[in-house]
């Protein structure tokens, strides 16, 4: 004899109590088995009310996953660092940050993003570090498709590719799940662990795949190639440092960050727009300009480390 409809909901709901995720989803599934193989009438109703709540469980435990693998942007760009599992991905952020992160040589030490900060001139650059991309990444395989929204919300992209004798093929596979996903952001190529044996010509085959690709080659081990990989980081973020300088003063240390092609009357109004109305010109000194404190408009394209005193009424 079944048990009353009326106390079957209430064990459900009992047995339920507290439980999200997987445990929810596990424990529901069973009830739903348990039920009486009856379609129509009170039972009916609650095996169509156990399956809602199977599919309310599976959708709040697929956005509580996407909402794990979701860093807001901090600083003036975010970068993420994509790879296949044991890239070195970690390492990397480690030695370019100095965020204490897991670092293991085994796959998948990393199983959230993580994040540091990389400081140029007072500029800092949010680095992001992502579980890594298996091949079937954006049919969801190992968490893909959280991690390739991540990828999508970001700035730019670091792929980081090992110079182990299996790192190429490997890398091959995440770049193609990048492309099948028409990835459109500013990438790079770091070709990590340089320090191993045979690395030098596992480095000329992925230059001979990537010819097209800006590549640059390191090792957290020794040190090499890690100021190389600073200013990859910087170029992909496409800003550019100015320093401003007072009339008769000294010039600042703090660099104003700004977009790559703003002109002197973009620094104007990031400084105060109010001073929009009384500049009338600049003096610049560095790559835009053709000679030290060369005088210029207010439409002049600056470039990244120049120098500005600016000449308000």
């Not at 109305?277 to 120049?306: I, M, N, W």
Request: aromatic share 4%.
């Amino acid at each position: 004899m079944p048990v009353p409809h009326q106390e079957m909901r209430r064990i459900i709901k009992r047995r339920i109590r507290g439980l999200e995720g997987t445990e929810r989803v596990r424990m529901l599934k069973a009830c739903l088995a348990e039920l009486p193989g009856y379609y129509q009438g009170p039972y009916g109703q609650i095996r169509r009310w156990v399956s809602d709540l199977i599919a309310e469980a599976e959708t709040r435990k697929a956005i509580q996953h996407q909402e794990s693998f979701f860093l807001p942007k901090q600083g003036a760009a975010q970068i993420v660092l994509v790879g296949p599992p044991n890239a070195g991905k970690s390492s990397l952020l480690k030695a370019l940050t100095g965020r204490q992160v897991a670092v293991g040589n085994y796959p998948f030490t990393t199983l959230r993003p993580v994040e540091g900060m990389v400081v140029f001139d007072g500029a800092k650059i949010q680095l992001v570090d992502l579980p890594g991309l298996l091949e079937g990444a954006a049919d969801g395989k190992g968490g893909g498709r959280a991690a390739l929204a991540a990828i999508r919300m970001a700035d730019a992209a670091l792929e980081v590719v090992p110079l182990s004798p299996e790192g190429l093929s490997q890398g091959l596979l995440v770049e193609a799940e990048l492309h099948r996903e028409g990835m459109a952001i500013p990438t790079g190529i770091v070709a990590t662990k340089s320090d191993l044996d045979g690395a030098g010509a596992v480095l000329a085959d992925l230059r001979a795949a990537r010819p097209e690709q800006a590549i640059v080659a390191c090792s957290v081990i020794t040190g090499d190639g890690l100021d190389e990989v600073r200013r990859l980081v910087w170029d992909l973020s496409g800003l550019i440092r100015v320093f401003c300088k007072p009339r008769g003063g000294a010039v600042s240390r703090q660099a104003m960050v700004l977009p790559f092609g703003a002109s002197v009357e973009m620094l104007t109004v990031t400084l105060n727009r109010a001073w929009l109305g009384r500049c009338r010109s600049a003096h610049v000194t560095g790559t835009s300009a053709k000679f030290p404190e060369q005088q210029v408009g207010l439409d002049h394209v600056l470039q990244d480390g120049d120098i500005v005193e600016l000449v308000i009424d």
